[in-house]
């Protein structure tokens, strides 16, 4: 294979991995806003059940999903 040929393989595998990370980036960012609503759904549900009031014991809102089943 000529050096060439061998640039051009070279430039399209770096190509195709810069879409991946741009794929990948919009997931990430797409997962970030998601997080972002989770936790400001979280603390308006523990501000609505005044879970802050409660000192004796420890208490976690889970997450949870019923898309199926």
Do not use: C, H, P
């Not at 061998?6 to 998601?34: C, D, P, Y």
Request: aromatic share 4%.
């Amino acid at each position: 294979m000529k050096n060439t040929d061998q640039i051009k393989a070279l430039a399209v595998a770096i190509e195709e991995k810069e879409n991946i990370i741009r794929k990948l980036s919009a997931e990430v960012g797409n997962l970030e806003v998601q997080n972002a609503d989770y936790q400001q759904i979280v603390k308006e549900l523990s501000d609505k059940l005044e879970l802050n009031k409660i000192k004796d014991r420890k208490w976690f809102i889970q997450s949870t999903s019923a898309v199926s089943g």
